[in-house]
């Protein structure tokens, strides 16, 4: 029960979160793109950090 729940909440992290800032990072210069990038990592971090 506790697998499928983390596999919801990342799913839900990922389409929340990673597409819109995946459409974000195409339409920002680079240097932008890549302290979006951190930050996306940083939070994916720890969101799962939570779920464990």
Not at 7 to 15: S, V
Not at 19 to 42: C, I, K, N
């Amino acid at each position: 029960m506790m697998e499928k729940e983390r596999g919801n909440l990342l799913k839900a992290l990922g389409t929340q979160v990673a597409e819109p800032l995946r459409a974000m990072v195409m339409g920002a210069p680079l240097e932008d793109a890549h302290h979006l990038a951190q930050r996306y990592d940083r939070m994916r971090q720890e969101a799962e950090a939570q779920v464990i």
